[in-house]
């Protein structure tokens, strides 16, 4: 909800301005690359007020805030980070792992492993009990 005039505010700071993303790395190549340009040597030497109100005067100029709803995957975001929420999703995606595994490895011996033992050596362990004489239980 919040966008940024970047036009303006390369104006108004006299820099490069690159937008960055701090998840994705987006522009911070570009950032990088810049910043030799960003050198001001003729700054000029301003109280610590004098510079708090030319920085929100700047805001004021280059900001726009508009409201947006959150999507279900931000608001899914929000609640893993939270304690109470964080630890219930913990334990379902724990669980449901913990179900996809024991279905694969079920599926695997029931359909697979069984029947390729059957198969190919179920009647050699038959052919020597026969032969040791032991036939059955």
Request: with cysteine; proline share 5%; aromatic share 6%.
């Amino acid at each position: 909800g919040i966008h940024i005039d970047l036009d303006k505010l390369r104006e108004l700071l006299g820099v490069p301005v690159i937008p960055t993303v701090a998840v994705t790395g987006q522009g911070i190549k570009e950032l990088v690359e810049d910043i030799p340009k960003a050198i001001s040597p003729d700054s000029p030497a301003r109280s610590r007020d004098e510079r708090w109100t030319t920085i929100g005067s700047i805001i004021d100029q280059v900001q726009r805030v508009t409201h947006r709803h959150h999507t279900w995957r931000e608001r899914l975001s929000d609640a893993s980070v939270k304690p109470l929420t964080g630890g219930i999703m913990a334990l379902a995606v724990l669980g449901g792992a913990f179900m996809i595994i024991r279905l694969i490895g079920e599926s695997l011996i029931g359909y697979v492993l069984e029947p390729l033992f059957a198969i190919i050596i179920a009647h050699k362990y038959i052919a020597v009990n026969y032969t040791m004489g032991c036939l059955g239980a």
